[in-house]
């Protein structure tokens, strides 16, 4: 990874949180009001909330950094050979958002030459803004966090989550779902996978996992996990990406016990 002086990584912090906060209070404005709403498949939506919330905050990106790549959910990926490449949900749980359920997030990442080096998420709805810089540790409005030292399965709460369509996957989770469930004390099931991933930072989660999730879903969170002494890799225990389809984060201690279940799906 290319350096970064800490002039420039205060700037790029400072705009990821400015940017986060700024649409979590565009969000706060628009839930439970009446949306447009497109459907990109059976439970795939996209709101007015989500158009408006990405185009904030990649105008704010552009303004600071006008060089830079952006990747988000809802638009062709802005290119660019800066090396710079900003991984954005604007808003993460849509469909909780559209029913007024509060867990829903914003999530900024940034990655540099090919690796993770910051990431941002807000939950609008409680003021919780996660954060962390790579090699700076983990942050939870302004205060280190870290993950749980739970050493056990059976005395774990764990979090995943499903895709929108009913195809291989979603039936492959349901049975991994069930053999958690009676290996651990609760699996969580909160629908914003950015959320479930700091809250597994912060210590509130002891591990987590989750087939279909894309770039943005991840990126920013993989960052916090990282940095808060957390563990990520596929469902293989090969290395994390955040481009691949498998996600699973622990606690560190309860890694191995979560593979020999993931394994045998």
Same mark, same amino acid.
């Given at each position: 990874? +290319?350096?970064?002086?800490?002039?420039?990584?205060?700037?790029? =912090?400072?705009?990821?949180?400015?940017?986060? +906060?700024?649409?979590?209070?565009?969000?706060?404005?628009?839930?439970?009001?009446?949306?447009?709403?497109?459907?990109?498949?059976?439970?795939?939506?996209?709101?007015?909330?989500?158009?408006?919330?990405?185009?904030?905050?990649?105008?704010?990106? +552009?303004?600071?950094? $006008?060089?830079? +790549?952006?990747?988000?959910?809802?638009? @062709?990926?802005?290119? &660019?050979?800066?090396?710079?490449?900003?991984?954005?949900?604007?808003?993460?749980?849509?469909?909780?958002?559209?029913?007024?359920? @509060?867990?829903?997030?914003?999530?900024?990442?940034?990655?540099?030459?090919?690796?993770?080096? =910051?990431?941002?998420?807000?939950?609008?709805?409680?003021?919780?803004?996660?954060?962390?810089?790579?090699?700076?540790?983990?942050?939870?409005?302004?205060?280190?966090?870290?993950?749980? &030292?739970?050493?056990?399965?059976?005395? &774990?709460?764990?979090?995943?989550?499903? $895709?929108?369509?009913?195809?291989?996957?979603?039936?492959?989770?349901?049975?991994?779902?069930?053999?958690?469930?009676?290996?651990?004390?609760?699996?969580?099931?909160?629908?914003?996978?950015?959320?479930?991933?700091?809250?597994?930072?912060?210590?509130?989660?002891?591990?987590?996992?989750?087939?279909?999730?894309? $770039?943005?879903?991840?990126?920013?969170?993989?960052?916090?996990?990282?940095?808060?002494?957390?563990?990520?890799?596929?469902?293989?225990?090969?290395?994390?990406?955040?481009?691949?389809?498998?996600?699973?984060?622990?606690?560190?201690?309860?890694?191995?016990?979560?593979?020999?279940?993931?394994?045998?799906?």
């Amino acid at each position: 990874m +290319q350096f970064i002086d800490e002039k420039l990584e205060r700037k790029l =912090l400072n705009t990821a949180l400015v940017a986060a +906060q700024a649409v979590g209070k565009l969000l706060i404005k628009k839930l439970n009001t009446t949306l447009s709403i497109d459907f990109k498949g059976r439970a795939n939506m996209v709101t007015e909330a989500d158009h408006a919330s990405e185009n904030l905050i990649i105008e704010m990106i +552009q303004h600071e950094f $006008p060089d830079h +790549q952006i990747l988000t959910e809802e638009r @062709p990926q802005i290119e &660019s050979n800066s090396g710079f490449k900003w991984i954005i949900d604007p808003l993460d749980g849509t469909t909780n958002f559209v029913h007024g359920f @509060p867990m829903f997030a914003v999530s900024i990442g940034l990655e540099i030459a090919g690796e993770m080096f =910051l990431g941002v998420v807000l939950h609008p709805t409680t003021g919780e803004i996660f954060s962390a810089i790579r090699g700076r540790g983990a942050f939870l409005n302004k205060k280190p966090i870290f993950v749980s &030292s739970t050493e056990k399965l059976s005395h &774990s709460l764990l979090a995943t989550g499903f $895709p929108y369509e009913l195809d291989a996957s979603f039936y492959r989770n349901m049975e991994l779902f069930k053999r958690f469930y009676v290996k651990c004390q609760g699996v969580r099931r909160p629908g914003a996978a950015a959320l479930d991933l700091c809250y597994l930072a912060c210590g509130r989660y002891d591990g987590f996992w989750e087939f279909s999730l894309h $770039p943005w879903d991840v990126a920013a969170a993989s960052v916090i996990i990282s940095e808060a002494g957390g563990f990520l890799s596929d469902f293989q225990g090969e290395a994390f990406s955040v481009y691949k389809c498998e996600t699973l984060a622990t606690n560190g201690k309860i890694t191995h016990e979560m593979l020999d279940i993931l394994k045998i799906s």
